[in-house]
């Protein structure tokens, strides 16, 4: 009993010890209490410890001016309603697109959301996927009324919505900053409806600014922050310390489904450009070319004879639209728009989407080794659905081809055979339409590295058609005299691509 005893007295006092200096290391007083028995205890007092320069010692006076103009959205959706697709996203975002509760044992699919006024009159704003499909639209404002709203107009490619309570009102409202000044590290505050839960404020910082993997929209450069939000955030607003909206909420990274401190809002500059254009007119409209583009790595920058990745790539040309009109062509390089410098193929849609439709631009290209400029009258983009089912080409045939045969391309890594009339059927060519069949790759190759395959299709070598495999013989000797890889541009189970190949000795 006494062994026992004085363990519990040693065992006390290192429990006693570490408690101390811990809480040393965290910024409190420690005073020293006698216990019976000539224990000593250790009594902590917190002290006050200095937030970080800037902050405030609370945000409570903020979230009480601000979340008034916060408001619940919970919407009906259509039966037959189709919801947002999550094709495209990263993975770990698709959590924050999904729809609420419903839609099971008969019931109409529901969804919910969060939304910001910007006016007395009840003019809402939101994201698009929140009121995507809907049949009824009801919000709730902060003082636990209801209301029925419309959709003013909606944008999909920047999942931007503006809704208008019925019948009007007057409502307190916030305003947008254009968000310019934001810095990463600032402060934010976030105010929503995650999982139901009306009025729900969060705080936290600016963690990055302008990224461009947060998402599938090419039109959207997000703003990144570690203010808790979670589905049912969607659409609402991310603030500033003055009250200001410098963001709308739009999409979280989530392994689980919940929040791990990485969400993205909309900036408020972005946002506040596509409200103004759907409360004018119910719709966006963005120029258009016409082209597909493809990003430039280092292997094709260098096929091309390019000293960097800046520019975009000319995968397909629109019959008769506006870049074909206009004169440009597939493999061209777009360098240019309008005197600005293409830093990528997302800087090149962005840089047309925001052109006037009707506007004649000027666009430098790189065709053939030499640069020259043409002029594009822009056209107005098509609908999202519209251009998703222009691109709705069928799924390329599974290969058809024998493991071997074909004429060796050793330098390349392949082996290849002229078309017949059934390939140019099986891959919707036409009748006259030259080409080689890929019938085998080396696993070892470059050309296996980037994903070509055994019935693959080579169409252009070079920068041009190729009909023979002594043409592609030629193009590669061509680019190894070059010191460059051999561009060629292949059409199969990963689409019509460009794609630039190691040429071996």
Do not use: C
């Not at 039109?219 to 922050?225: A, G, L, N, P, T």
């Not at 689980?256 to 119910?282: H, K, Y």
């Amino acid at each position: 009993m006494i062994e026992n005893a004085s363990l519990k007295i040693v065992l006390r006092r290192t429990l006693i010890a570490s408690s101390a200096t811990a809480a040393l290391l965290a910024g409190f007083t420690v005073t020293p209490v006698l216990l019976s028995g000539g224990a000593i205890a250790q009594e902590i007092n917190p002290s006050a410890v200095a937030p970080p320069s800037g902050a405030p010692m609370s945000f409570a006076d903020l979230i009480e001016r601000v979340r008034p103009a916060v408001v619940s959205i919970s919407v009906r959706q259509r039966p037959n309603a189709e919801r947002r697709s999550t094709e495209g996203l990263p993975p770990g975002f698709e959590e924050f697109f999904r729809g609420g509760p419903g839609g099971q044992g008969g019931l109409p699919p529901t969804s919910l959301g969060s939304g910001f006024f910007i006016d007395q009159g009840g003019v809402i704003v939101t994201n698009h996927h929140v009121i995507e499909g809907a049949e009824e639209i009801t919000i709730r404002t902060s003082d636990g009324r209801d209301h029925i709203a419309d959709i003013v107009g909606s944008d999909e490619a920047t999942d931007i919505a503006v809704l208008r309570v019925r019948g009007g009102g007057r409502f307190q409202y916030v305003t947008f900053d254009d968000a310019r000044h934001v810095r990463v590290g600032d402060w934010v505050v976030a105010v929503g409806n995650p999982f139901g839960l009306d009025g729900t404020a969060t705080a936290g910082i600016v963690s990055a600014m302008g990224r461009r993997d947060a998402g599938s929209s090419a039109y959207v450069d997000y703003m990144q922050i570690d203010a808790p939000i979670n589905r049912g955030n969607s659409g609402g607003p991310t603030f500033d310390l003055n009250g200001n909206v410098i963001g709308v909420n739009s999409a979280i990274f989530s392994p689980t489904g919940g929040n791990v401190g990485i969400g993205f809002a909309i900036p408020a500059q972005t946002a506040n450009q596509v409200v103004q254009q759907l409360l004018r007119s119910g719709r966006v409209t963005r120029g258009w070319i016409g082209v597909s583009i493809q990003g430039l790595d280092d292997d094709l920058a260098r096929s091309l004879g390019l000293e960097d990745t800046r520019g975009a790539l000319v995968g397909s040309v629109v019959p008769d639209g506006p870049a074909a009109r206009g004169g440009l062509q597939q493999g061209d390089v777009i360098l240019s728009l309008n005197g600005n410098r293409i830093e990528d193929n997302r800087d090149l849609t962005q840089r047309i989407g925001a052109t006037g439709v009707g506007d004649t631009a000027r666009v430098e290209i790189l065709r053939g080794g030499q640069r020259r400029t043409l002029n594009v009258r822009l056209g107005e983009r098509p609908s999202e659905q519209q251009l998703a089912a222009d691109n709705s080409a069928p799924s390329a045939p599974t290969p058809e081809v024998a493991p071997q045969g074909g004429v060796a391309q050793s330098s390349l890594g392949m082996s290849v055979r002229p078309l017949t009339q059934a390939d140019r059927t099986r891959f919707e060519l036409g009748a006259n339409a030259g080409g080689l069949v890929i019938t085998s790759v080396v696993p070892s190759s470059d050309a296996a590295s980037k994903f070509i395959q055994a019935g693959d299709v080579i169409l252009q070598a070079g920068g041009r058609a190729i009909r023979t495999p002594q043409e592609l013989s030629a193009a590669a000797d061509a680019a190894r005299r070059a010191n460059r890889p051999l561009l060629l541009q292949i059409d199969g189970q990963g689409g019509r691509r460009f794609v630039a190949v190691d040429v071996a000795e």
